[in-house]
Structures are given as C-alpha cells and as structure tokens.
C-alpha cells in the first residue's frame, strides 16, 4: 500500500492532473505488484517560487513540468525499486508528456505497524489486512 505524495508547480488542468494520477497508479500496480483498489495519492500543488528541484549535479536539465514524487511504502527489492523508477519515467513521458528529466522520486519505506487504514486500528497487525500481498 504506498501512499504518494506528488509535488508539481501549479497550473495543470484537472485532466492533466488525472491522467498524471492514472499513470502513476498503473506503474505502482505493476511494479510493486499492489492490488488496483491500494491507491493513496496526494497531489501538492506549488507556486513556481516556492518549488526547487535542482539536478544534484548531475547536469538534468528541469522544466516547469517537473514532478517530485515521494512514495512511503513497505520494503521492496532493489530490483522492483528500479523497474518502478524506469517504468513511471517511461510511462509519465508517454501518456502526460512529462521529460524523464523531470520525474524525481524518493521512496520512503516503513513496516507493518506504521499503517492505519482506519478506525484507530492497524490493519496488518491485526489480521484484517494479509501482510503477503505483494505490497
């Protein structure tokens, strides 16, 4: 169950903001193998002054359309990790033409008592959610 948040410059259109939402649901879904009904997104939405997103260095060009993506989730392989990070560049550049250049993700990861999915009870502990799923 990854929950994302999704920083961006304001000034996308709802349509645009969806099918950014879409995209990134469909790689979360392959990559990390989730269910299609695990989705948690959070779009945050910036006045060009109050969002930096420099290249580390690195020589990335960044546009106005960069996105930063910060996925807490529970522990993945490194191997899934990637795919993830190749997968969402590829997709977001192909369905909302969004530069590789300008997808930037820090995945945060957390264990099985971190999760509340409501009702004051943690889930995973619990039982209610199987803690196997791929997630």
């Known amino acids: 169950m990854p929950l994302i948040r999704i920083d961006m410059i304001e000034g996308r259109s709802p349509d645009a903001t969806k099918a950014l939402l879409d995209a990134t649901h469909r790689i979360v879904v392959k990559a990390f193998k989730v269910p299609a009904r695990d989705r948690y997104q959070i779009v945050h939405e910036h006045p060009p002054s109050h969002f930096v997103a420099e290249d580390t260095g690195l020589g ?76």
């Not at 990790?81 to 300008?102: N, Q, R, V």
């Not at 889930?123 to 199987?130: A, D, I, S, Y």
């Open 60 to 135: 990335i060009a960044r546009t106005r359309n960069c996105v930063v993506f910060q996925v807490t989730t529970r522990p993945h392989e490194q191997k899934a990790k990637e795919t993830f990070y190749k997968m969402l560049a590829h997709e977001l550049e192909t369905t909302c033409g969004i530069l590789p250049s300008d997808v930037v993700v820090s995945i945060v990861t957390n264990a099985d008592e971190d999760w509340s999915f409501g009702y004051g009870r943690a889930q995973f502990l619990t039982g209610e959610l199987k803690a196997s799923r791929g997630e």
